[in-house]
């Protein structure tokens, strides 16, 4: 399995003129994925650790800006080909040179046309900022950028739920259950003001649309990266339905640690007192 799956990526890498980028990547290391969904696996002593299984990359690298051409750094990347039959032309033209009028004006101005990855179109992408040395356009990225990472982030779309009562959407306990309660058990009560200032304040939380939002998860422990089939184990949940696009990142996460000098002087002044 190893071996075929190497064999694939140096024909896509020698077919497509690439070349494949390894760990060796700076910056806050990220990649596109999409879910596939929730298994467990065991650790040595038998415990049992609850993961979602990410299919992650290759994702090429479609674009890289900097801050001389773009006013600042970033690299865009790709993920899942697209056939070119079902691409329209300016989802192609971002991969690949297109003859237009305005790239021959361009070309005979002595313009230099920024460089393509000569990839098949993607349907997936996204950019990530920072400053990323030695990434070029063409690159392919692969979950071996992971290795050593002991925490990632997780961006997603949240599950769509629909039109939601408040019980549901944002945990209220409702009405009582009896008493002067008459068929309003899971409703969410008064919502008006007084007098002063007798309107109701925005964000004020009520029945609506639940879900279906931008959501991250944060700091979750890597378990585990299959590099023979692009695939990442992350601790715990993730948003979205399985097949959904999600985007993997290494966490910024900082960890505290507590000054030891500051405890001891604390119990110094609580014994003094």
Known sequence: MA?????????VS????QKIAGPALKGRKGLLGRKVGMTQIFEADGTAVPVTVIEAGPCPVVVVRSVERDGYCAVQLGFLD????????????????????????????????PAKANCEPQRFMREFRGVYDGVEVGHVLTVELFDGVPSVDVTGTSKGRGTAGVMKRHGFS??????GVKKVHRHQGGTGMNTSPGRVFKGKRMAGRFGNERSTMRNLKLVRVDRERNLLLVRGAIPGPNGSYVVVQQTNV????????????????????
């Open 254 to 273: 900082l960890k505290r640690i507590a000054d030891p000098s500051i405890a001891l002087s604390t119990k110094k002044k609580a014994g003094a007192k």
């Open 14 to 17: 020698q077919k497509a003129g």
């Open 82 to 113: 697209k056939p070119r039959r079902l691409a329209g032309r300016s989802l192609r033209g971002q991969v690949a040179k297109l003859d237009s009028k305005r790239s021959r004006r361009l070309t005979e101005g002595g313009a230099a046309l």
């Open 3 to 11: 071996g075929q799956t190497e064999q694939v990526r140096k024909t």
């Open 174 to 179: 409702g009405q009582r259950a009896s008493h």
